[in-house]
Protein backbone atom coordinates (compact mmCIF):
# COMPACT_ATOMS: atom_id res chain seq x y z
CA UNK A 1 0.00 0.00 0.00
CA UNK A 2 1.26 3.20 -0.69
CA UNK A 3 2.02 5.91 2.23
CA UNK A 4 -0.04 8.42 0.74
CA UNK A 5 -3.21 6.53 1.25
CA UNK A 6 -2.00 5.13 4.43
CA UNK A 7 -1.55 8.68 5.76
CA UNK A 8 -4.79 9.55 4.40
CA UNK A 9 -6.65 6.77 5.93
CA UNK A 10 -5.56 7.40 9.83
CA UNK A 11 -6.11 11.42 9.16
CA UNK A 12 -9.69 10.30 8.64
CA UNK A 13 -9.45 8.05 11.58
CA UNK A 14 -8.14 11.03 13.86
CA UNK A 15 -11.18 12.87 12.15
CA UNK A 16 -13.17 10.20 13.32
CA UNK A 17 -12.07 10.27 16.64
CA UNK A 18 -12.23 13.82 16.93
CA UNK A 19 -16.13 14.24 15.65
CA UNK A 20 -14.87 16.27 13.12
CA UNK A 21 -17.68 15.66 10.18
CA UNK A 22 -16.74 18.44 8.14
CA UNK A 23 -13.17 17.07 7.52
CA UNK A 24 -14.46 13.57 7.03
CA UNK A 25 -16.94 14.78 4.47
CA UNK A 26 -13.62 16.78 2.63
CA UNK A 27 -12.18 12.94 2.26
CA UNK A 28 -15.06 11.28 0.74
CA UNK A 29 -17.31 11.42 -2.72
CA UNK A 30 -20.79 13.25 -2.69
CA UNK A 31 -22.45 10.22 -3.38
CA UNK A 32 -19.95 7.60 -1.27
CA UNK A 33 -21.53 4.59 0.00
CA UNK A 34 -21.14 3.92 3.88
CA UNK A 35 -22.09 1.17 6.00
CA UNK A 36 -24.56 1.86 9.06
CA UNK A 37 -22.70 -0.05 11.29
CA UNK A 38 -24.55 1.29 14.42
CA UNK A 39 -28.05 0.51 13.15
CA UNK A 40 -28.04 -1.61 9.91
CA UNK A 41 -27.87 -1.14 5.94
CA UNK A 42 -25.88 1.08 3.75
CA UNK A 43 -26.03 4.98 3.84
CA UNK A 44 -25.79 7.19 0.46
CA UNK A 45 -24.56 10.33 -0.13
CA UNK A 46 -22.39 12.54 2.20
CA UNK A 47 -25.43 13.86 3.96
CA UNK A 48 -27.17 10.87 4.83
CA UNK A 49 -23.39 9.86 6.68
CA UNK A 50 -23.40 13.25 8.13
CA UNK A 51 -26.81 12.92 9.78
CA UNK A 52 -26.18 9.38 10.41
CA UNK A 53 -23.16 9.98 12.78
CA UNK A 54 -24.80 13.00 14.44
CA UNK A 55 -27.67 9.94 15.64
CA UNK A 56 -24.53 7.87 16.73
CA UNK A 57 -22.40 10.45 18.22
CA UNK A 58 -25.57 11.55 20.30
CA UNK A 59 -26.34 8.18 22.11
CA UNK A 60 -22.63 6.55 21.76
CA UNK A 61 -18.80 7.02 22.37
CA UNK A 62 -17.10 4.79 19.94
CA UNK A 63 -12.61 4.96 19.11
CA UNK A 64 -11.44 3.55 16.06
CA UNK A 65 -7.76 3.09 15.84
CA UNK A 66 -6.01 1.71 13.22
CA UNK A 67 -3.32 -1.46 13.79
CA UNK A 68 -2.89 -2.53 10.23
CA UNK A 69 -3.04 -1.25 6.50
CA UNK A 70 -2.93 -3.91 3.25
CA UNK A 71 -3.94 -3.80 -0.12
CA UNK A 72 -6.60 -6.17 -1.53
CA UNK A 73 -6.40 -7.97 -4.73
CA UNK A 74 -8.96 -5.54 -6.22
CA UNK A 75 -6.91 -2.98 -4.82
CA UNK A 76 -9.25 -1.38 -2.16
CA UNK A 77 -7.64 -0.63 0.94
CA UNK A 78 -7.85 -2.93 4.28
CA UNK A 79 -7.57 -1.27 7.58
CA UNK A 80 -7.45 -3.32 10.32
CA UNK A 81 -8.93 -1.48 13.57
CA UNK A 82 -8.94 -1.72 17.21
CA UNK A 83 -12.67 -0.51 18.11
CA UNK A 84 -14.01 0.51 21.40
CA UNK A 85 -17.30 1.94 22.07
CA UNK A 86 -18.71 3.47 25.47
CA UNK A 87 -21.93 4.65 26.00
CA UNK A 88 -22.93 8.36 27.26
CA UNK A 89 -22.37 7.27 30.85
CA UNK A 90 -19.03 5.80 30.04
CA UNK A 91 -19.54 2.11 30.66
CA UNK A 92 -17.55 -0.11 28.15
CA UNK A 93 -19.91 -1.92 25.25
CA UNK A 94 -17.97 -3.11 22.86
CA UNK A 95 -13.83 -3.98 22.43
CA UNK A 96 -12.92 -5.63 19.58
CA UNK A 97 -11.01 -5.76 16.48
CA UNK A 98 -12.86 -5.07 12.68
CA UNK A 99 -11.73 -4.44 9.20
CA UNK A 100 -12.62 -1.85 7.39
CA UNK A 101 -12.39 -1.87 3.69
CA UNK A 102 -12.19 1.25 1.42
CA UNK A 103 -12.67 1.86 -2.26
CA UNK A 104 -11.12 4.86 -3.44
CA UNK A 105 -11.63 7.30 -6.93
CA UNK A 106 -8.78 10.09 -7.21
CA UNK A 107 -8.16 9.79 -3.88
CA UNK A 108 -11.53 10.22 -2.29
CA UNK A 109 -13.57 7.29 -0.43
CA UNK A 110 -15.87 5.92 -2.96
CA UNK A 111 -17.10 3.17 -0.41
CA UNK A 112 -16.90 1.62 3.08
CA UNK A 113 -17.42 -1.87 4.11
CA UNK A 114 -17.11 -3.61 7.62
CA UNK A 115 -15.80 -7.11 7.98
CA UNK A 116 -16.43 -8.45 11.31
Do not use: C
Not at 31 to 55: F, T
Not at 88 to 106: E, N, Q, S
Amino acid sequence: MDSPTQALLTKLYAAFNERDIPTLLTFMTPDVSWPNGWEGGVLHGQEMVSAYWHRQWGQIEPTVTPTAFSTEPDDRIAVTVHQVVHDKAGAKLADRTVTHVYRFDRGLVTEMEIRE
